[in-house]
């Protein structure tokens, strides 16, 4: 188990800051995470809405979730957690890269830039069927699922479900920022996650292996916890303003 860290980070000139934030981090603006109350949904398992497969067998139901979850992201504001990261981007520039699994669109709302959306994003869509690009996507579904305007076939939400490949791009991304951060001093920041869900928990060893200074941010102590060299109890929304 990591330790209790001082209250600060240091942060200079010198510092490369990594950052990876899970559904905690939005927990304060008003959106559910996965694995705490609410991990159900309707009773169907999150598992089994956000999968290929259950796509396959009722895209009607997939798409009532996901729209369900557009209605509530819609209504929600950053909070002061994706308002520090975001200062923190400002003051590093290309010093800074951020990491984060949620589709929610809070982090750039707040003027994230320099970020990497590893699940996906909840206002993107795509045609299961054929080459049309992801396309910008705010529309809710009470029955039935939407087809594809250019070809007839299946729209799908545009985020990386259960089984399926991330976006090797952004692996390109990361490891290119670990690359130039061997310039200087490497921060690797986590915060609001379960650690449960790979590749994205895995993401402090490969930081630690660049040298990263290791911090996590979370309400409890979550699966991957010892895998930090500091542990900062509590919300995100409060500690991250503290913090950096
Ligand atoms: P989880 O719901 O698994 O974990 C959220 C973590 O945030 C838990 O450890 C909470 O204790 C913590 N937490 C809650 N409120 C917090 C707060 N205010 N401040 C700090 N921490 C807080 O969410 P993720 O780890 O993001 O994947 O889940 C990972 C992935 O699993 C998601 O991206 C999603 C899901 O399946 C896809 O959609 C592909």
């Known amino acids: 188990m990591g ?7 240091h942060i200079d000139g010198d510092t490369y800051f990594l950052a990876m934030t899970g559904a905690g981090v939005s927990a304060e603006s008003g959106i559910p995470t996965f694995r705490g109350e609410g991990g159900l949904w309707e009773n169907h398992s999150f598992e089994k809405l956000a999968s290929p497969e259950g796509f396959e067998s009722d895209p009607a139901l997939v798409w009532r979730f996901y729209s369900h979850r557009r209605r509530v992201a819609r209504e929600c504001r950053p909070n002061a957690g994706h308002h520090a990261l975001a200062a923190l981007e400002r003051r590093l520039g290309e010093r800074f890269l951020l990491v984060t699994q949620n589709v929610d669109g809070l982090h750039r709302d707040a003027g994230s830039e320099r970020l990497v959306e590893l699940h996906g994003n909840l206002f993107t869509s795509r045609c299961a069927d054929c080459a049309r690009a992801p396309f910008e996507d705010r529309a809710v579904f009470g029955n ?25 791009e ?57 895998r930090f060299e500091h542990f900062v109890q509590g919300r995100s929304g409060e500690e991250l303003p503290r913090l950096l």
Not at 144 to 162: D, Q
């Open 170 to 226: 952004h692996f390109e991304q990361i490891e290119a920022f670990l690359g130039r951060a061997r310039r200087g001093r490497l921060v690797f920041l986590a915060a609001g996650t379960s650690g449960v869900v790979f590749p994205a928990a895995g993401l402090v060893d490969v930081a630690r292996q660049f040298g990263a200074e290791t911090w996590l941010v979370n309400v409890d102590p979550p699966e991957n916890a010892h």
């Open 144 to 168: 039935g699922a939407p087809r594809c305007e250019e070809c007839g076939g299946r729209l799908r939400p545009h985020i990386v479900w259960f089984g399926e490949r991330l976006n090797a």
């Open 3 to 9: 330790k209790q860290g001082p209250m600060r980070i």
